[in-house]
Each structure stands twice: as structure tokens, then as C-alpha cells.
């Protein structure tokens, strides 16, 4: 089965660049289909990390120039104890990587994505929580693996699981869509994406929103919900009502 599978354009809308599972990346001709440049991941990725369902996740970069690779531990499979659990940076053209070790094992696939143009790495998550309270706790990062720094925030108890995250087309907006532990909590948070705070909190109805995308021009934001409505969102009109919260 395949798990996860990925790709997007290139800016100039002349090559598709794909990640399924373990299999080799590969970046092709639009028109022709022609491939033009292939890595494979067992030279990149650690040799007891190369089973498919390790592997949950999957980012790539606008240019196609890079993937980040989400390694749960939650998964079927356990992880080697030395590296428990994160993301793997891959460059595709020098094969060269780079690792973030998440400090919460998290408990729900991690999913992940990359800034429009800065090198940033985002990932929203929920950890195990406590017995006590039986409750997961949901906890976003951001990575900037230009420099290595990398930010942690926890964000809240009301939710089971991040379902898909993204940065908004100017980059300084994050977008979570979430399963709540109750209907009444909010399914859509919207984040500064330098700070990591929340700045706005919808409730989208009907149904849990398992993605989002924006329109090239950035004007609109569809959600996809479980139940197969689709909501459109002026998303200008959106931000200037996020931008008058304090």
C-alpha cells in the first residue's frame, strides 16, 4: 500500500517532484515525463530506519529542492532507541541531511511542512499526555535548519489529533487543522508563525477538516472535510480580521 504520497510543481511549473513511502524521490519533465533526477533513500536515510511505516509523513519544499521525512515512533513499528523521533532534511540535489529530535514522543502522525520561502520546517503533533488526566497534549515546532534553532510550544489539551498543517502564502500565518476531543472546540487554529501563539480559533462545519489548500494567487483557502463538503474562505478577508485580534 502506499502511504502518504507527495508531490508538487516546481515555480516554473516545468518539473513535478514525488515522494511516496520509501521509494525513490523522483523529479520529472511535465510534459514529457521524463525523469530527470532520482535519489534514493536508502543512501540518505539511516539503515534501521528504512521500513515504510517508520516513515509517516512527508514535506517538500516549494522549489522541489528539498523533503523533510517524518519519522513517528507511534507507528507499527518501534524506532531505534538513539533516534526516537523527528524529521530528516533532505537536499535533492546534494543528497546532504539534516535532523531535528523532537524532545515529546508524540502519539498521532506528525505532520509537517515547509515555509514559502524561508528555510523552516513547521510540524504539529499531540504527545501522550499524562494518565491522569487522559488527555494528549497538542504541541507545534518550528525549525529553522538554516541556523539549527528550532522553537516548541505547547498549544492545548483539546484536541486528538493534527490532521494537516501549513503556512499561509506570505509565511507568517500557520494553519492547523485538528480533530477535537470535543465537538464543541475548534477544528482550525491559526498561529503566528515567528511566535507560536494562537491568533484565531475557528469551529468549521460540517464534518473534521482532513486538508487545506490555498489558489496559486493565495486569495482563497479550501477546506476538505471528512464528510465531503468543501468550504471556500476569503482568506484576504480572514487575515484582516486575524490581523485585528490582539
Known amino acids: 500500500a502506499l502511504h502518504n504520497p507527495k508531490c508538487a510543481f516546481t515555480p516554473d511549473g516545468k518539473h513535478v517532484v514525488a515522494v511516496v513511502d520509501i521509494e525513490p524521490f523522483i523529479k520529472l519533465e511535465t510534459l514529457t515525463g521524463k525523469v530527470t533526477s532520482r535519489i534514493d533513500p536508502r543512501d540518505v536515510v539511516p539503515e534501521d530506519l528504512r521500513k515504510p511505516s ?13 523533503v523533510a521525512m517524518v519519522l513517528d515512533s507511534g507507528n507499527r513499528d518501534a ?13 535533492v540535489k546534494t543528497k546532504s541531511t539534516h535532523f531535528l529530535q523532537f524532545k515529546d ?10 515555509h514559502p520561502t524561508q528555510r523552516l520546517v513547521a510540524a504539529g503533533y499531540t504527545d501522550e499526555g499524562t494518565e491522569q ?27 486528538e489529533e493534527c490532521l494537516e498543517i501549513g503556512f499561509s502564502p506570505s509565511g507568517d ?3 492547523l487543522s ?11 487554529l491559526i498561529l503566528d508563525s515567528n511566535t507560536l501563539k494562537v491568533k484565531a480559533a475557528y469551529r468549521i462545519r ?6 487545506f489548500r490555498f489558489t496559486p494567487k493565495g486569495d482563497s483557502l479550501f477546506l476538505i472535510s471528512s464528510d465531503g463538503h468543501v468550504v471556500q474562505i ?5 487575515v484582516q480580521h486575524i490581523v485585528g485580534l490582539k
Open 54 to 66: 517508520i516513515w509517516c509523513n512527508y514535506a517538500i519544499r516549494p522549489d522541489g529542492s528539498e
Open 133 to 159: 488526566t487522559r488527555t494528549r497534549n497538542l504541541r507545534v515546532i518550528r525549525w529553522d535548519y538554516g541556523t539549527g534553532e528550532s522553537d516548541q510550544r505547547f498549544v492545548g489539551i483539546q484536541w
Open 79 to 91: 524506532p531505534p532507541k538513539a533516534i526516537k523521533q523527528g524529521i530528516l532534511l533532505v537536499d
Open 173 to 175: 500565518l500557520l494553519i
Open 234 to 238: 476569503d482568506w484576504p478577508k480572514l
Open 178 to 188: 485538528l480533530e477535537p476531543k470535543w465537538l464543541s472546540d475548534p477544528n482550525l
Open 206 to 211: 460540517p464534518g473534521r477538516v482532513y486538508n
Open 105 to 114: 514522543l508524540a502519539t498521532h502522525y506528525v505532520r509537517c511542512c515547509f
